[in-house]
């Protein structure tokens, strides 16, 4: 089983920055890919960005540039360093683990992120 804790979120003014975290107990394998993904009200949940390695990472064309995506696989945690955040980046942000050997996805309870003046 996999257990996946995120925390970070908060209010922050256009234009702030914010740092995610979420914390996976269990069955963790440091390969398999990590990631946060976005839920705004009346909308789809979206992909944010991913990590498999250090390098093998992805992100959403709205954040490239300003959102960074890192992983501790010594402490089992991903991070999502927020930068320049605008209005419209207000959502719940969820962690997300996929082990690819069962083809599951797990998720984090989420943590709002509201980004107003």
């Known amino acids: 089983q996999v257990r996946l804790v995120g925390s970070g979120g908060g209010l922050v003014q256009p234009g702030g920055s914010l740092r995610l975290s979420c914390a996976a107990s269990g069955s963790i394998i440091g390969s398999y890919p990590m990631g946060w993904y976005r839920q705004a009200p009346g909308k789809q949940r979206e992909l944010v960005a991913t990590?498999?390695?250090?390098?093998?990472?992805n992100y959403a064309d709205s954040v490239k540039g300003r959102f960074f995506i890192s992983r501790d696989n010594a402490k089992n945690t991903v991070y999502l360093q927020m930068n320049s955040l605008k209005p419209e980046d207000t959502a719940v942000y969820y962690c997300?683990?996929?082990?690819?050997?069962?083809?599951?996805?797990?998720w984090g309870q989420g943590t709002q992120v509201t980004v107003s003046s």
């Open positions: 990590i498999r390695s250090g390098d093998n990472v």
């Open positions: 997300n683990y996929h082990s690819l050997l069962s083809n599951k996805d797990y």
